[in-house]
């Protein structure tokens, strides 16, 4: 760690090292002064006082020097107060260079090891447990030097004053040093003791809470409660020791610290009364023997310190070298070079390994053609991954290497890879920001513009961190070979369109909202278009469902402000924008609409408080609503007040979160609590008061105008110039359907679509719906025009002629792209350049399985375990780890002909048997006559996982027809894999539904 420091910090450290210096001399100035204020101007014999050669009365002396020590603290203050800033700015830097070394050293991890370490322990060690370390960083030269300095200054004080002071101040500190750590340590070990004792108090709490109704039923409350006491006593008895011994470590050191003053007041008495130390120099040994705890106190903390974070430090460091790294090298600065990987992909005897050794890959010895269409069937998901990982290098081969036409593939700048090699899955990752921002990841590798002169670049650049500034232009189109972003924008667009994409994405956008300045032609466009639409909708009879606004009629889709104010919303109408409006809400009073809209809150909140409860927010029905959740609550206590005291008993911010309720929900969705009666009142008031309530409301409200485009509507409440019925089913439905057709046949859809680009991206896209995350991962990894694209599992939400359409405008868009298919199985192996079959990490051929040399016997069994259990069809896409466990626990059995292997109505404790050579009847016994044959097993098959799953006794008997060979797989272990394996209990499921279907 102190490398680390003086690699980093060395100018800083000495510049604050030769600043901390300058301290010293003030602080004997502020022990001296004081001294000679008593001896030489307090005590002085003569009325005038003599110094430097000027004469001064004793008076103006007394006042120089008082002013001189007040200066000398203040200098002194000062000093400290500025040494203590750098160090606070020292300590902040380097805990920023540290923290983004670790942020960047995990972009270098080997993607199996996130598999390892939990993302919570990650953020815990960059945050929590490097924040104390930044505090050393920043006292690590300078912190001992000031208080070992102040400590010198002192006793060389002392010193100078008398021998006897001197020793008299250090006499007792190795006791203190040796004494006192001592204590303490026993005091740690007792709190140690104390923690173990309180977890197996917490335990015991559990186990009461949570058979309560047990101990009652059975009367065992009496012994459980004694239990409890017990232990509570346990840990009074390590409270009240740790109690007696920190008091009393206390006490001695403080009488120790004590001793030296009584040393001082009697030795130092003795010395003034026989006149060889003066009264004034007494006085100040007592008040710098004061000071001098404080920095021998800070520098034993400082040792402690250090020693705790060094521990610390290794084991963060430890967290972050994980074995694998990728090379720094390779992701430093630029590339010299940006090669086009458009040669064959060969796989020269590569095999991969996890981070726990076990082989992944083995031995794979083969060579993709360059531009071609290649088909991987891989019935494991772990052997996909890896070697899709493999291929965009985010894992290294443990042996062979990867050529991607003359180049290694592992020398490769990461650049390079980035810009030349796409990746597609089924579950993209996604960053918070914009659809735009992930989709256009790929062509922002670098800044394109100079870096701002901003004052906090500048520090950015001082504490080590990246040198690229955040605020300037990243998007660069000639990544794809591009003169500028609306080229870019069109090649995203034709991506959409072309991969099939368009249609959902032009139904998603037309639900959109969006800012009118920003897309000022579609905004346009939507007007244009209103008379088409609504015409089209009357022409369907679909007025009930498409309702367009009227300003004679209640549009019972919107919310009651905006039937008010015959307007809508150009911000969202919350609580706390509503309590601003305070001439508003006086107007409301004015008018009495606020006592008919409290009732209807009321009737509002007892509706969803009977459905959602107070707890339910959080539930989708909920948040469909547009309900603040906070607001809901809050209502739901102001609902009893109301009901006591009415609208009267409400101040402005308490009626504001009332209304929020009726101003967010719509008629719809309040039901028949919401009256034709109150609909005629809001119609009156929208006639005869709209205009003077709006008066107050521009910065919030926009009027309705069918000229007008209306910000707070989506593009199909635009295009209407109104809404759609949310109860109408699926004839609302037809009305949506209807609405986005006429779009389309307009010539809108590129418009809409384009909308998609500006979707904000929550944190991990958890606010987008499944219908993004496909065609985010096929854009993202197709707009940069890769030379080779790899599709894991992609497209697997779609049917397989949705697929294969989707391929085949695939290979259009890109016709000189290598794209390497990944997927459990194909139907039409034949439509690929190349069909390759990979089973548990190994090329599938005829030659049969691949021997392979093991380490031990031990190991060579478990891998004829695995290579016959991965043969068969119900365990061959298991989990690697699954399949090792279930190897683990499985025993050979071999069976001669005519050999019973179990026996109706046997217990199935035995376990399942699998075969693997021979032959087996299944045989229903007779009470007369042979056995009947109900059918004959072979190799492949799972007999007996019925009566393990249904614990019950075996309905059939198993006898050998042939000479047998059999993998016994036990009960615990096999019910452990279903249990925990969601593909091997489908397929199991799969396997039952052939029993019965037979």
């Excluded at 010895?365 to 996909?384: M, Q, V, Y």
């Excluded at 109860?727 to 009305?735: K, N, P, V």
Aim: charge should be negative; hydrophobic fraction near 45%.
């Amino acid at each position: 760690m102190f490398r680390f420091i003086w690699k980093y910090s060395k100018r800083e450290q000495l510049i604050l090292l030769a600043v901390t210096a300058t301290l010293f001399p003030l602080l004997y100035l502020t022990l001296e002064l004081p001294k000679r204020i008593i001896n030489d101007a307090i005590g002085s014999s003569t009325s005038e006082v003599t110094i430097w050669g000027y004469s001064m009365s004793q008076t103006s002396f007394l006042v120089v020097l008082c002013f001189a020590f007040l200066a000398a603290v203040l200098c002194h203050g000062l000093m400290k107060m500025r040494i203590n800033t750098m160090k606070g700015v020292l300590s902040e830097r380097m805990l920023r260079r540290f923290r983004y070394q670790l942020i960047s050293r995990a972009l270098r991890f080997p993607q199996p090891y996130f598999e390892r370490v939990s993302q919570g322990e990650m953020v815990s060690m960059i945050t929590a447990e490097s924040e104390p370390m930044g505090g050393l960083m920043g006292d690590a030269i300078s912190q001992p030097v000031l208080q070992a300095g102040q400590m010198i200054t002192i006793l060389s004080f002392l010193f100078l004053q008398s021998v006897w002071f001197g020793l008299a101040a250090v006499a007792l500190i190795p006791l203190q040093a040796w004494l006192i750590p001592k204590l303490q340590r026993q005091i740690n070990l007792l709190n140690k003791k104390r923690i173990q004792e309180v977890r197996v108090l917490a335990a015991q709490i559990g186990e009461n809470a949570a058979g309560a109704s047990t101990l009652r039923t059975n009367g065992g409350w009496r012994f459980r409660r004694s239990m409890i006491s017990e232990q509570l006593g346990r840990l009074f008895g390590i409270r009240f020791e740790i109690y007696q011994k920190k008091f009393f470590m206390k006490f001695l050191n403080n009488f120790i610290s004590q001793l030296t003053p009584f040393m001082f007041y009697l030795v130092g008495g003795l010395l003034v009364l026989q006149g060889s130390v003066s009264l004034g120099a007494l006085v100040a040994a007592l008040a710098a023997y004061k000071d001098l705890s404080s920095p021998w106190k800070e520098l034993l903390t400082y040792y402690n310190q250090t020693q705790d974070m060094s521990l610390r430090w290794d084991v963060v460091l430890d967290r972050f070298a994980p074995a694998g790294m990728h090379d720094e090298t390779l992701f430093k600065g630029e590339p010299t070079e940006w090669p086009h990987l458009n040669g064959d992909i060969v796989l020269d005897h590569v095999s991969v390994r996890d981070m726990d050794g076990n082989q992944v890959l083995d031995d794979l010895d083969l060579s993709f053609p360059a531009g071609k269409t290649i088909g991987i069937a891989a019935p494991s998901e772990e052997d996909r991954r890896a070697i899709g990982e493999l291929l965009t290098r985010e894992i290294r081969p443990s042996a062979g290497q990867v050529r991607i036409g003359d180049l290694k593939l592992a020398e490769v700048h990461q650049a390079v890879v980035a810009a030349r090699i796409g990746y597609v899955t089924s579950r993209p990752v996604m960053f918070q920001g914009t659809l735009g921002d992930n989709v256009m990841m790929p062509m922002r590798f670098k800044p394109l513009t100079d870096p701002p002169d901003d004052p906090d670049f500048l520090e950015t650049l001082r504490a080590g961190n990246s040198a690229d500034p955040f605020r300037a232009e990243w998007l660069d189109p000639t990544l794809a070979g591009f003169q500028d972003a609306a080229e870019l924008r069109a090649w995203w667009l034709q991506l959409i369109d072309g991969m099939g994409f368009g249609a959902a994405l032009f139904q998603r956008g037309a639900e959109q909202s969006f800012d009118a300045a920003e897309h000022c032609e579609l905004a346009k466009k939507l007007i244009e278009l209103r008379p088409v639409v609504q015409q089209a909708v009357r022409e369907a009879g679909l007025e009930q469902q498409a309702l367009v606004f009227d300003r004679n009629t209640y549009n019972a889709a919107l919310p009651v402000a905006e039937n008010l104010l015959f307007a809508t919303p150009r911000v969202p109408v919350t609580q706390a924008l509503l309590a601003q409006q305070k001439v508003f809400l006086g107007q409301l009073r004015e008018l009495g609409l606020d006592e008919t809209l409290i009732a209807l809150t009321r009737d509002v909140i007892d509706m969803l408080r009977q459905i959602f409860g107070i707890d339910g927010t959080d539930h989708p029905l909920f948040q469909k609503l547009g309900l603040d959740a906070k607001t809901y609550e809050i209502a739901v206590d102001l609902v009893d007040q109301t009901r006591k005291e009415g609208s009267d008993g409400l101040d402005d911010e308490q009626l504001a979160n009332m209304l929020a309720v009726p101003f967010v929900i719509s008629a719809e969705q309040i039901g028949p609590a919401f009256t034709d009666e109150l609909k005629d009142r809001i119609l009156e008031l929208r006639h005869s008061h709209s205009e003077k309530l709006m008066e107050r409301l521009q910065d919030v409200f926009v009027p309705l105008d069918p000229n007008v485009f209306a910000p707070g509507l989506t593009v199909m409440e635009n295009a209407l110039f109104g809404k759609v019925s949310q109860i109408g089913g699926s004839r609302s439905d037809e009305a949506r359907k209807l609405i986005v057709d006429v779009l389309a046949e307009n010539g809108a859809r590129p418009l809409v679509t384009e909308l998609i680009y500006d979707v904000q991206v929550a944190l991990g896209g958890q606010n987008l719906p499944a219908v993004f995350a496909e065609p985010l991962a096929f854009t993202r990894a197709t707009i940069k025009k890769p030379d080779i694209l790899i599709l894991e599992n992609a497209l697997a939400s779609y049917d397989m002629k949705t697929q294969v359409a989707v391929y085949k405008r695939l290979r259009e868009l890109l016709p000189d792209t290598t794209v390497v298919y990944l997927n459990d199985q194909f139907e039409n192996p034949g439509a690929f350049d190349m069909y390759v079959e990979i089973r548990q990490g190994r090329v599938v051929s005829d030659g049969g399985p691949v021997e392979v040399e093991e380490d031990s016997a031990a190991s060579a069994d478990l891998t004829r375990k695995l290579r016959a259990l991965e043969q068969t069809p119900l365990f061959s896409g298991l989990d690697r780890r699954q399949l090792r466990l279930l190897a683990f626990g499985a025993r050979w059995f071999d069976a001669e002909p005519g050999q019973v292997v179990f026996l109706k109505d046997d217990q199935p404790t035995d376990g399942a048997y699998v075969v693997l050579e021979g032959e087996a009847g299944l045989y229903l016994p007779q009470e007369q006559g042979p056995d009947q044959l109900i059918t004959k097993v072979g190799p492949g098959a799972l007999v007996g996982e019925l009566g393990l799953i249904r614990k019950e006794p075996r309905a059939l008997s198993m006898v050998a027809e042939t000479q047998l060979s059999c993998l016994r797989i036990g009960e615990e272990e096999f019910l452990a894999v279903v249990e925990n394996d969601a593909a091997t209990a489908f397929k199991l499921l799969q396997v039952i539904a052939g029993y019965v279907s037979n």
